[in-house]
């Protein structure tokens, strides 16, 4: 997970940079606080991750292959559990409104769509007793994700806004499983399968924040967002005997970005 560390790192210090500024416009606009209220857009990059694991199954179309499949399993050819290193690069855009209260509380709404590079697998190899050695590869995959949220926050300055934020969520997931005897797939074999099933699952989100105005219609924010898209299952057919995996696998993304917002007057 260094990278993770480094892109949390820049993102700190891309924020810093941002709210240094925001500082500076404080002082330099402190007899004309911005509104805050109103309709805004802008756009956003960040970095999200999802250290869930994949589990895995067999069973047999036919009767007669059951005693089989139990000995697989009990051997070892085939992984029950794995946990690819799933990260990746975001970017997208985001409109929203705000409504602010007496008292320094604001009230908002905002949805947001997200390009997606979330993506990672992994590889086990097995050599079961009296079995032949086996490879296992597992994939899971967010190709983009949107939210729908409600915003509550509270003006600690004129300038600076934290929030706290949740909602709807939706992305499009994948899960991709292939296995094979290393002795070579033929007609019989068992081990023997490749595919993958995407669909678009719908969850929720939460997360915060910290937003600050850099002149009457610019700010800059830091965010982060947990998404849970729920639960996905994949059931891939051997192309060599009538036995079908199961995968499945719950999709809990982390996600920290940094954002630019134009403020409509």
Same mark, same amino acid.
């Given at each position: 997970?260094?990278?993770? +560390?480094k892109?949390?790192?820049?993102?700190v =210090?891309?924020?810093?940079?941002?709210?240094?500024?925001?500082?500076?416009?404080?002082? &330099?606009?402190?007899?004309?606080? %911005?509104?805050?209220?109103?309709?805004?857009?802008?756009a956003?990059?960040?970095?999200?991750?999802d250290? @869930? /694991?994949? +589990?895995?199954?067999?069973r047999?179309t036919d009767p007669?292959?059951?005693?089989? =499949?139990?000995?697989?399993?009990?051997?070892g050819?085939?992984?029950?559990?794995l946990? %690819? $290193?799933v !990260?990746g690069?975001?970017?997208?855009?985001?409109?929203?409104y705000?409504?602010?209260?007496?008292? @320094?509380w604001?009230l908002? #709404?905002?949805?947001?769509?997200?390009?997606?590079g979330?993506?990672g697998?992994?590889?086990?190899?097995?050599?079961?007793?009296?079995?032949d050695?086996?490879?296992?590869t597992?994939?899971?995959?967010?190709?983009?994700?949107g939210?729908?949220?409600?915003?509550?926050?509270?003006?600690?300055?004129?300038?600076?806004?934290?929030?706290?934020? #949740? @909602?709807?969520?939706?992305?499009?997931?994948?899960? +991709?499983?292939s296995?094979?005897?290393?002795t070579?797939? =033929?007609?019989g074999?068992t081990?023997? #399968?490749?595919?993958?099933? $995407?669909?678009?699952?719908?969850?929720?989100?939460?997360?915060?924040?910290?937003?600050?105005?850099?002149?009457?219609?610019?700010?800059?924010?830091?965010?982060?967002?947990?998404?849970?898209?729920?639960?996905?299952? #994949?059931?891939?057919? $051997?192309?060599?005997?009538?036995?079908?995996?199961?995968? /499945?696998?719950?999709? !809990?993304?982390?996600?920290v970005?940094?954002g &630019?917002?134009? !403020?409509?007057?």
């Amino acid at each position: 997970m260094n990278i993770v +560390k480094k892109v949390l790192l820049a993102v700190v =210090v891309w924020a810093g940079v941002g709210f240094g500024s925001a500082a500076v416009a404080a002082d &330099l606009t402190a007899s004309t606080p %911005p509104s805050w209220t109103g309709f805004y857009a802008g756009a956003n990059v960040g970095y999200g991750w999802d250290s @869930g /694991s994949v +589990k895995s199954s067999m069973r047999a179309t036919d009767p007669t292959l059951d005693g089989l =499949v139990a000995a697989l399993l009990a051997a070892g050819s085939l992984p029950r559990s794995l946990s %690819p $290193s799933v !990260h990746g690069f975001i970017g997208g855009g985001q409109i929203g409104y705000n409504w602010r209260l007496s008292d @320094g509380w604001l009230l908002g #709404a905002e949805t947001d769509l997200q390009a997606s590079g979330i993506d990672g697998s992994t590889t086990a190899a097995r050599n079961p007793v009296q079995f032949d050695p086996t490879l296992t590869t597992v994939t899971k995959k967010i190709g983009w994700f949107g939210t729908v949220r409600g915003r509550v926050g509270y003006l600690i300055t004129p300038q600076w806004l934290l929030y706290a934020t #949740a @909602g709807l969520a939706y992305g499009d997931t994948t899960i +991709k499983f292939s296995t094979f005897d290393v002795t070579g797939c =033929v007609v019989g074999g068992t081990i023997c #399968a490749d595919g993958s099933s $995407s669909s678009t699952r719908v969850g929720w989100t939460v997360g915060g924040g910290v937003e600050a105005m850099l002149t009457q219609n610019w700010s800059v924010k830091a965010e982060y967002l947990y998404v849970d898209l729920g639960k996905k299952s #994949a059931n891939i057919a $051997s192309f060599t005997s009538p036995i079908v995996f199961r995968s /499945s696998a719950h999709f !809990h993304e982390q996600i920290v970005r940094v954002g &630019l917002n134009y !403020h409509f007057e």
